[in-house]
């Protein structure tokens, strides 16, 4: 009985032991693994914040590239400028820091303190941009409380500015500071808060190119953040200049002719399709993106109906109306529909599949040839070549021209168009294609959807007897399509049709502007400008039709496209108002302004 009871006892000890041993065991093992952990995984962390404690490494902004125009004017510039950043491993308690940092630079403690959680996850050192754009009077406060607030860091940052305002804002662009999700997405880019990179235009399509590249500074310092000593310093290199195509004053013409329109005009070298002025009215200042919006100005910008931001010329997309024309007459002679000499004659209407079709001009053209069609815009001309000829035989005579695909222009968001065929039908709407309405299609209405830089780049293929251009506007930088762009077709396509089909539709276009037709508004005197007008209906037709015989006016956006002189062309002109009117009427003239100066430029006047 003894000797169970002594075994009972220590059974009972060793089930202890074991359990103590099994506590030590596990305690131990978190204890190394701690070690561990922060010895080897997070060995990094903390040598960097060790060593943040006695130095910091300042980054020297690299200014941008300048921007010029074809003739070495800028049109973007850099200017002094400094901001104030927020350092947090300087500060013991941020929140009590607030109301005085406030104070000191007029920011409302709320935007102060949304500002420095939008980058809470960066370390403890990164300097958070809380003010920017700021002068040397501005600064000067800071500087000289630095012992007061040792958190507060001032940095040079050169600043964008656009000396011309409003001149050019869709071409250039604009900058704002990358969001944190944009920081996050594009570790490649190395952005940093508070920089300001390129948004739109050419600031965005060359970002790479304009930012340059940073440069940095190493300081040793207190434990109050002041200076000891410069540990070293990697200057910046300001970013590659940019020399674009556009011509300054051509450009303020075009903005001025469109001043109070929503509108474009395009205007193309006709041999290189370099862009010598691109206007999108109404426009932007690109300054106010670098001064920053008022809460107000900015809601303002952003719910405007007339959408200010948004560059009509390579996204807006619009039915061509009779520029279309140009397209059926082309694909009509290419493909022996029809001859120059064919006639059609115009009586004011016509009954096609069963439906009474009306001419624009209700007493009738009478006999029209292919050339008189296109001077007078003639509705039942186009009417019988579409009778004549397929959806799908139109849609391959315009894609052969360009329309329905991206110009290939080196700015950002441009947008592709749409070019109907019974195929696409079938896919998009899972319907078969009705041959009424290649009829509407044939007069450039329906389903079609063009931008006004396509219809530009087409006219240029058309000056240019077939030889294709590809829209450009930077002439001097990086070769290469901007960010994200498709190859555009090149200069080695086969010519679209024969010179003499080009010839044919060239007759009809200087007979438009120079023999009393719709593009007479177009005319410069010694100067053989050719075109074509357009009228696009913003409606059905037949309620167009219906309200017209009515008597009620019907608004329709205005088109004119062309070129001149007739030989050896120099320049294409596309012009698009919306809710302008006849084309002739509204669009010809504004073209014929621009077609003016620059005759006037080329002659040295």
Request: some cysteine; glycine content about 10%; proline content about 7%.
């Amino acid at each position: 009985m003894s000797q169970d009871h002594i075994y009972e006892d220590l059974s009972l000890v060793v089930r202890r032991s074991r359990t103590v041993f099994w506590i030590v065991a596990g305690l131990t093992f978190f204890a190394l693994s701690y070690y561990w952990k922060l010895q080897i995984l997070d060995h990094r962390k903390y040598e960097q914040m060790a060593e943040a404690n006695r130095s910091r490494m300042r980054v020297l902004a690299a200014p941008r590239g300048l921007i010029r125009d074809r003739n070495g004017d800028i049109l973007a510039d850099n200017v002094a400028s400094f901001d104030i950043a927020f350092v947090r491993e300087n500060v013991k308690d941020e929140a009590a820091a607030y109301p005085g940092i406030s104070r000191l630079l007029g920011i409302d403690e709320a935007t102060l303190r949304a500002r420095i959680d939008m980058h809470r996850d960066l370390p403890l050192w990164e300097p958070i941009v809380i003010a920017d754009r700021l002068g040397p009077n501005d600064v000067a406060p800071v500087e000289s409380r630095r012992l007061e607030f040792p958190e507060l860091v001032v940095e040079a940052e050169p600043r964008r500015t656009y000396p011309g305002g409003t001149l050019a804002a869709h071409v250039l662009g604009y900058l704002q500071e990358p969001t944190v999700d944009e920081i996050r997405a594009r570790p490649d880019r190395k952005y940093r808060p508070g920089q300001m990179v390129g948004k739109s235009g050419v600031e965005r399509a060359y970002d790479d190119v304009l930012k340059g590249q940073d440069g940095s500074i190493y300081e040793i310092v207190d434990s109050l953040g002041r200076v000891i000593e410069e540990g070293g310093r990697v200057y910046p290199i300001q970013g590659h200049d940019l020399r674009l195509t556009i011509d300054r004053r051509l450009q303020a013409e075009a903005e001025r002719a469109l001043e109070g329109r929503e509108g474009v005009i395009v205007a193309l070298a006709a041999d290189t399709g370099n862009v010598l002025a691109l206007a999108s009215s109404p426009t932007f200042d690109p300054n106010k993106f670098i001064t920053r919006f008022t809460p107000q100005e900015w809601l303002a910008l952003q719910s405007d109906p007339l959408s200010p931001l948004e560059n009509r010329s390579i996204r807006g997309l619009y039915a061509p109306g009779s520029i279309f024309k140009l397209v059926m007459g082309l694909g009509g002679l290419g493909l022996g529909f029809v001859t120059p000499d064919t006639t059609v004659y115009c009586s004011g209407s016509a009954e096609i599949y069963g439906t009474v079709r009306h001419c624009w001009f209700a007493p009738g053209h009478g006999s029209m040839d292919l050339a008189d069609a296109i001077k007078n815009s003639c509705n039942i001309y186009f009417y019988s070549l579409g009778r004549r000829m397929s959806i799908d035989q139109i849609a391959q005579a315009a894609g052969r021209l360009g329309l329905g695909r991206r110009t290939g222009l080196d700015l950002p968001g441009e947008k592709d168009g749409l070019v109907p065929s019974s195929d696409w039908k079938k896919k998009a709407l899972n319907a078969p294609w009705y041959p009424g309405e290649t009829i509407s299609v044939a007069i450039g209405q329906g389903q079609l959807q063009v931008t006004p830089m396509q219809v530009a780049a087409m006219t240029a293929r058309i000056a240019g007897r077939g030889r294709p251009v590809r829209p450009r506007l930077v002439e001097t930088g990086p070769p290469g399509p901007a960010e994200g762009e498709p190859a555009p077709p090149g200069p080695g396509d086969p010519p679209a049709f024969s010179p003499a089909t080009y010839e044919a539709v060239i007759a009809g276009m200087w007979k438009s502007v120079n023999d009393g037709g719709t593009g007479q508004g177009a005319r410069v005197a010694d100067f053989d400008v050719c075109g074509k007008t357009g009228s696009t209906q913003t409606m059905s037709r037949e309620n167009a039709e219906r309200l017209a015989r009515a008597g009620h006016p019907v608004k329709t956006h205005s088109w004119f496209s062309g070129f001149a002189p007739r030989v050896n062309p120099k320049i294409v002109v596309t012009v698009l108002v919306e809710f302008g009117g006849g084309g002739g009427a509204t669009a010809a003239p504004v073209a014929g302004r621009i077609f003016d100066v620059f005759k006037h430029e080329a002659a040295g006047q």
